[in-house]
């Protein structure tokens, strides 16, 4: 019987289990695939305090080796079934079956993809899928946001301050971003720092090493076209890894719904990270999130 078991092995899982395990709880991460989560897949991180420049890798890397080193057990098996409510939470993976006092759900979120050519191959050569996290990398670079979303519209605002110009492509003429957000874009596009590419679906990624150009065709005039660009930041929504856990309560985007102290719906199971309904989904925030669920855990098993 394990005091927690965490699920996912990424930031915010990593933190929560080095917290857990320093303050003497018996502590098992269970991981599906790799340590580190979407920070393997960041080939530059510079925006995680004490590192002015890391790649994602190593850093998932960096956090691995500081848990293990101090005796988190992680195994890695697909967690495919959970029983949460009673007081003993059963975790059911591909291989095993577990048990613990309470869990912390840490599985992170996936960015849908375009699922175009040259997306897979050119992913953190150019394309990705987070502008905060690359963004600064494109200095005076000509950009690409593909989306018509709140976050594509917040990418091309955030870009507009790094980037020389952006194109945003979005595949229909009438945004679903916020009408605030749209109308500072517009005002961008007057100032021709923006350029909106409308009813218009990218095709393909071209370029060797590193993002090229990308093609794009219009469903109106059935025209396609290349546009030269040093990288596509796709914006086209994510869906949150949360198929397993369909008893807790989520918000009308999926999201697992939690409170200040990172409690869910159900009693002894916590959750943070990009998983949850959290405002900010970064490496640095994952890790507060795990933090804060630690004191709560601590709390939960204290009265347990
Ligand atoms: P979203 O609202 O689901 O928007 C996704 C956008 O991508 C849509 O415009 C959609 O087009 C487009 N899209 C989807 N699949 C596509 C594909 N295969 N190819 C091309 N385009 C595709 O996702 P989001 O922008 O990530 O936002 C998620 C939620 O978080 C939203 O509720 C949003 O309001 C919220 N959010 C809020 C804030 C804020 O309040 N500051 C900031 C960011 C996000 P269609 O419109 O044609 O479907």
Redesign the pocket.
Known sequence: MYDCIIIGCGPSGMTCALYLKRSGKKVLILERSMPGGQMVITTNVENYPGFSHIDGASLATSMFEQITSIGVEVIFEDVIACDLKGKVKRVKTDKNQYESKCVYIATGATS?L??VEGEKRLTSKGVSYCATCDGALYKEKVVAV?????????DCLYLSNVAKKIYLI???D?????EI?VKRIKELEKQEKIELVLNS??VEVLGDEKVSAIKVFNKITSNTKTLDVDAVFV????TPDTEIFGDLKRD??GYIVVDENKKTSILGVFCGGDVSNTHLRQIVTACGDGATASLSINEYLAKY
């Open positions: 849908r375009l699922n593909v989306g018509g979303g709140n976050t594509s519209l917040e979005h595949r229909r009438e945004f679903r971003g916020d957000l679906q990218v914006a086209i929504g994510r009308d985007y």
